[in-house]
């Protein structure tokens, strides 16, 4: 019989500042597509240091206007990794396109620039990159195979708000990059996102998508005293309210602060883990950083417990746990149910049963770190 939760896998640190950000956004006037999301847009484009951004309601539904502001279409193909979120692939199909599965590295979990390469077609027209738990992909193989193959690179940045390769930050790396601000994530506005690019036609044709193709808001409207506008495409209701965009802006106050925190509490775990057998820390590769989104361990043959084991262990003590992901090809979701097909993402195939994401939130404490790493060693 499980215990009621002890420890959470995540507690979002939500402030009296962050409070209060949202109890003045609530006293002005207009409520959406107002002053405070251009002040929110324009701090994360400075962060990430692209020319534009565009507040959007999710990583989804900005993933979905990259797509379409790039002409992703009926047939064609885009190439994404099987061990990710379902809406990765999700927004492929939305197009009328055709999600293509790639297997991940074995270390990272991030999509295998090999892979990549097996997969391209004369249909390919672009490759989302998934960073994997706060870690960058391997960014320069794969912009080199886009700049033979002619394809474009949307960054999904769900995880990776401060991650960093080659001294750039994810999100400025291929053609657009797309955050997310779900409560897990590392900072929160309840639900919204972002898009950050130096493409000037994904920033215009996203913008004009996220509001239902109008070209005028009602706020620009008011200001020209003119009644009239035109939708010129069709659109989506994608927007990024004041309200979450006042809390978003309190809490990027604090995201040095934020990541610094994860990390701390990933260093205790890396101390701890390393004198446990049958367990593998997250691996981190020399030319990029981690910050930590996901702590996510593997736990090999010479482990006592398997991992559904440990996993159950956890429940039973009260502490939180997550498995990311189960992968795509696995899912009954997939339409391809041949063997030959299954059998071909050798390491997402291996890692589903292997990998456990521990808890890790900037609000942990020590104790709380202590208790899941006597669960892990007990």
Known sequence: ??????????????????????????????????????????????????????????????????????????????????????????????????????????????????????????????????????????????????????????????????????????????????????????????????????????????????????????????ASNLWKYDVMDMGYNYRLDEIRSALGISQFARIKQINQKRIRIAKNYDHEIEKINGISKPHTKKDRNHIYHLYTIKIEDDYHLTRDELFLKFAKKGIGASVQYIPLNMMSYSNNKSKKWQKSFVHANILKDQIMCLPIYPTMTSKEITAVISCLRS
């Open 1 to 222: 019989m499980t215990k009621p939760v002890k420890i959470p896998f995540f507690v979002p640190w939500i402030n009296q500042e962050d409070k209060k950000s949202v109890q003045r956004a609530l006293g002005q006037r207009w409520l959406t597509n107002g002053p405070i999301l251009k002040k929110f847009e324009e701090k994360i484009r400075r962060f990430v240091g692209t020319k534009y951004s565009i507040g959007v309601s999710s990583a989804t539904s900005g993933l979905h206007l990259c797509l379409r502001s790039l002409g992703i279409g009926s047939d064609d193909e885009v190439i994404v990794p099987t061990f990710t979120f379902v809406a990765t692939a999700d927004v492929v199909k939305y197009c009328n396109a055709i999600p293509i599965l790639a297997d991940v590295d074995q270390d990272t979990f991030n999509i295998m620039p090999q892979d990549i390469k097996r997969k391209i077609t004369k249909k390919t027209k672009a490759v989302i990159v998934v960073h994997y738990g706060g870690q960058s992909c391997d960014m320069n193989e794969i912009i080199q195979l886009s700049k033979k193959h002619n394809f474009r690179i949307i960054e999904d940045c769900a995880h990776a708000l401060g991650s960093t390769y080659r001294k750039s930050f994810c999100g400025s790396i291929g053609d657009a990059g797309c955050f997310s601000f779900y409560p897990t994530k590392i900072i929160t506005t309840g639900e919204g996102g972002m898009i950050t690019t130096d493409n000037q036609k994904i920033y215009t044709k996203s913008k004009l998508l996220r509001s239902h193709g109008m070209n005028k808001t009602p706020r620009e409207r008011e």
